[in-house]
């Protein structure tokens, strides 16, 4: 059951960063997270970028969205 709750819940925070603008994108594709079980490892092209991805990541996390 932890798989698919874990699942369901960082499917959210992939549209939260997707939507953000943020991260690596490969032509049209977005590449900004590689996901690995319960680890994230987030992607960008500038300290600026990865510091407003861990925001988003925060934000997500203190307010459940």
């Given at each position: 059951?932890?798989?698919?709750?874990?699942?369901?819940?960082?499917?959210?925070?992939?549209?939260?960063?997707?939507?953000?603008?943020?991260?690596?994108?490969i032509?049209?594709?977005?590449?900004?997270?590689v996901?690995?079980?319960?680890?994230?490892?987030?992607?960008?092209?500038?300290?600026?970028?990865?510091?407003?991805?861990?925001?988003?990541?925060?934000?997500?996390?203190?307010?459940?969205?």
């Open positions: 059951m932890s798989p698919i709750l874990s699942f369901i819940f960082l499917d959210d925070l992939i549209d939260e960063l997707r939507s953000s603008g943020y991260g690596v994108h032509g049209r594709a977005y590449a900004g997270r996901l690995y079980a319960d680890d994230i490892l987030l992607l960008s092209t500038s300290c600026y970028g990865l510091q407003a991805m861990l925001n988003v990541c925060a934000e997500f996390g203190k307010n459940g969205i």
